[in-house]
């Protein structure tokens, strides 16, 4: 059986303002009723795997359990990076974790965030991949090009394989559009997908031969580590100093044994907004649009509404993104050039490109709904079972007014209910937990009052979550 590897780490900045640092495109319902991380585990079904392994960034780790957990995925293993280091070392942790018990399997490594149309299709070239991988063959997946793309690397092809495979000639670094059309026209090349698929140990001594110093950072990174709940941490102190590469430059450009597959099956890294115009799901006048829109004398474009109408008027080529703290409008042509936007709210000190104001937690998900000097009122939405950390601050008090479902309060010594309609109050540095006791959502209104009211004025005494 094939074992998955699903790399859900990366921002996605040129997907702003939906997608933000804590709550990347990955974890985002881009084009369809699933989110994106979902998509890709769901496209696993109909082949033969074993549970797979999400490799994530820290902050990411309770959205990747909730994601799985909505899709009754119960078996999959967390493996938590604590920084980013490029997809070299992040799967050379995943290989050693798969090589636990002396076992070799073969790797089928995914980005998480990609979209892929025909999922039969897929699977067929997956499969057709996993006879060379069993025949120690470093294999990558080829996307078919439809035009002469100057966003992607190339994979040009060499001798033929068997299952429709060829040799890998070279790898070569995005083109400009004239060498991009000279790819196009000679049926050669290739785009380069980041997909993956090999066996553990044919990974693990490829990278001992061209990047031992990668092998033995993630080695001790990981024989430092430990299990915590359903995650799996690495030793930070020695990640850290493990050199930060892709798997192109450490691994497949040096060996002489990658192979590659061609895939034709509708594929899309998203990449931007105009890609998702392309995959969309177009009108009369070439427009996608999504939520409350309405498009008067407007064509070619994709207009996104969160949460307010959104209306346009004699334009074409826009992009038009609304959520409930920012609006993006830009031409199809410059949507590359979001990342300048994300780059100058991070120089600007604001903090729309870390979150949006829904923010979610273990236990459920809070909304800002109302901000000034000296308060903050929050909804709050705690799911059934759920507890929030036993906690206090030093320069706030808190309101709890409940909407519906009832809430098991401590303050201090004391514990009680409060029903829907029902209050209480929470002392500034009093000891206090909130709890969701019933079998529904528990809806409340937080009026937070005080001197300083940031997250960082939480001192969590306990947590079922392993959160300090």
Known sequence: MLLPIIMAGGTGSRLWPLSRQLNPKQFLKLCGDSTLLQQTLSRLDGLETSPPSIICNES???????????????DASILLEPAGRNTAPAIALAALNAALNGEDPVLLVLAADHFIADEKGFQQAVQAAEVLARKNKLVTFGIVPTHAETGYGYIQRGASLPQQGFEVARFVEKPDSGTAQDYLGSGDYYWNSGMFMFKASVYLEALCEFRPDILEACTRAFQGGSQDMDFVRVDEAAFAECPEESIDYAVMEKTSDAAVIPLDAGWSDIGSWSALWEIGEKDSEGNVCKGDALAINTRNSLIHAEHKLVATVGVEDLIVVETKDAVLVAHKDHVQDVKKVVEAIKNDGRHEHMNHREVYRPWGVYDSIDNGERYQVKRITVKPGARLSVQMHHHRAEHWIVVSGTAKVTVGEKEFLVTENQS?????????????????????????????????????????????
């Open 60 to 74: 990411h780790r309770f959205m990747v359990a909730e994601q799985l957990r909505q899709l009754a995925v119960t």
């Open 424 to 468: 209480t109050y929470i002392p500034v540095g009093q000891v206090h937990c909130l709890e969701n006791p019933g079998v529904i959502p528990l809806e409340l209104i937080e009026v937070q009052s005080g001197s300083y009211l940031g997250e960082d004025d939480i001192v969590r005494l306990k947590d079922q979550y392993g959160r300090t």
